[in-house]
């Protein structure tokens, strides 16, 4: 008798759902693999495999049965099983009774009482229905269809079942399929049925059947037959994971073929061509080695066709509507100048209390041109990109494919003769459009995506709509982050502190809310609940480059406004933290902070040289006088990092300093020019960030 065999289970169904073919087959399996080990039935591996109409789960060597196992019940105490006489007590029967046994066979001989029991394994053949039964009832399907006059539901309607443990077929039904060993080859090149000989020889089996039956599989094939075809038309082919994927999860037997439209539809926004035959068409389209669209896409067939050419003249067919449908937004919109779409704005609301479109425009050209002047950026142009940023929002291009939003913009504005920086920051405002994303390009597309996106955080924090734990509506995480991103990779030196109390200014809209409703914060008090909100932002983004909080904390202490200069302080002090001389300044600074803390009365602002007493004391006075001017220049021009290495070198006069003199001195006058000493010592570090959070 065999120990381990092969078990194999394959559910035909009519197509799944593409999108989530992949997730499903995974989904599947793990179910599976959490059955087998719950039962205590071992195995050598499993693996799925998905295709249109079928999911399956291959498992290797699996045991046949599983192990015997000792079940141990513990009962009452023997001081409260048997009574002084020695005779059972209820507890004692009781417990008997539950195990199902006489209370003779329950062990008596440890503090309690015992009952062991060995269960024997059960055959795997019989546990298996139940195992496959509860996986696909725990499959994450959104909706469960019903078919014929069953009460059964799945995703799809099934159509067969397939089980085989070893050679044997697996007897039971499962979502009204009878198991048996016959599966169904491809719907048009094989539809007869297909005969299972072995759980091992599935893949091959259904492979003569015209059936890939590995996602995988599937999926570098069309992947390495699209990169093909592309070359051979001197082109490369876009192939977004999520577009491959659902493609592979649309074909068994996937033949991609070339085919083209007419020359003329590239005077379209590539975008939008691409747009459209992707997302309607589920195409590869082809670019040339300039990044232009050439006039030619892949499509994926699902069968072998004798006459390849009716498939490609079919898909030519198909796709030319969609161009022309492209072609017409794209010259009606050009019959009118950009800037008149602003009309249309002027009746679509933002936000209720917000206004409208157009005067979210006119706030961000406003603000736009505010930050150009202040990055080094032409104010004029920033302000004229601000009042277009909307407009091709109202285009028929953007209606019929929000994607274009921005690049739409673009291109209609180098139509208008607008100045190029003016074209790229309408579709530069929307960047970083993710995590990661790119950044604008040009300085005045920086100062209108920075405008557009503290417009939207001043506003809707303004009118008291605070993002929740889960609940985001207006993306502030992301708006947030995004400026963020903008100012510091790109090294724009803005104040944010100014910047955002222009901002809050410069919203009519918001100071009517503020005027009609006394609960929302004023101005002031609305400033810092932004600039906290942007710069907590900041803490996640450290941690993910692997900076520690608390290196974040000592910049934070000092509020910087600018996050450029925020950022530089946090570098500079992430490598001061690797100097050796790191811990003990800061524990240092910690005891000075401390110290200063509970002085009393106003500090001296300069120290007495006269009142220093011992060496120590005066070697501190000499150290802390010359890194004050060595490290004025430095800090004045940012280089902190210059400048924290040079502080290090205080470290050995200030622990001298601490080990000779004793700091609250009787002396009032000693004490204070004491104190003076430490508060200058305290303010060099302080120049940069408060280094005593790192200890």
Known sequence: MMSAKDFLVELGTEELPPKALNSLGEAFLSGIEKGLKAAGLSYAAARFYAAPRRLAVLVEQLAVQQPDRTVNLDGPPLQAAFD????????????????????????????KLRFSQT???????????????????????????????????????????????GDDVVECEILAQKAGRESRGHRFHNPDNVRISSPAAYLEDLRGAHVLADFAERRELIAKRVAELAAEQQGSAIVPPSLLDEVTALVEWPVPLVCSFEERFLEVPQEA????????????????????????????????SKAPENIVSGNEKVVRPRLTDAEFFFKQDKKQPLESFNERLRNVVFQAQ????????????????????????????AARAGILSKCDLATEMVGEFPEMQGIAGYYYAKHDGEPEDVAQALNEQYMPRGAGAELPQTLTGAAVAVADKLDTLVGIFGIGMLPTGSKDPYALRRAALGVLR????????????????????????????????????????????????????????YEDEGVDVAVYQAVRALSPAAPLDFDQRVQAVQAFRQLPEAAALAAANKRVSNILAKAEGQL????????????????????????????????????????????????EPVDAYFDAVMVNAEDAAVRANRLALLNQLRGLFLGVADISLLG
Do not use: H
């Open 84 to 111: 002084a006489s020695g005779n059972p007590t209820q507890a004692a029967l009781g417990f008997a009774k539950k195990c199902g046994v006489d209370l003779q066979q329950i062990d008596k001989s440890g503090p």
């Open 119 to 165: 269960i024997a394994g059960q055959p795997a053949a019989g546990l298996l229905p139940g195992i496959v039964e509860a996986s696909l009832n725990e499959l994450p399907i959104p909706k469960r269809m019903r078919w014929a006059a069953r009460r059964e539901e799945f995703v799809r309607p099934t159509q067969w079942l397939v089980m085989l443990f």
């Open 273 to 304: 061509l691409i747009t459209t035959m992707q997302d309607n068409q589920k195409y590869f389209c082809l670019l040339d080695a300039n990044g232009k669209l050439l006039p030619r896409f892949i499509t994926v067939a699902n069968v072998e």
């Open 354 to 381: 917000l206004g409208t479109v157009f005067e979210k425009a006119q706030r961000v050209s406003g603000l736009a041109a505010y930050i150009a002047e202040r990055i080094g950026g032409n104010a004029q142009n």
């Open 486 to 541: 903008i100012l510091i990779e790109k090294q724009l030196d803005l104040d944010l502190v100014e910047t955002v109390r222009f901002a809050i200014d410069n919203n009519e809209q918001l100071g009517f809310a503020m005027a009609e409703n006394p609960k929302l914060l004023s101005g002031a008090e609305l400033a810092t609940q932004v600039l906290d909100f942007i710069f907590d932002r900041l803490r996640a983004r």
């Open 604 to 651: 001296p602002a300069a120290v007495d040289a006269k009142l220093l007493e011992d060496g120590a004391e005066q070697t501190l006075a000499q150290a802390v006088a010359a890194a004050a001017q060595a490290v004025a220049p430095m800090a004045a021009a940012r280089c902190y990092r210059e400048a924290l290495a040079q502080l290090a070198s205080l470290r």
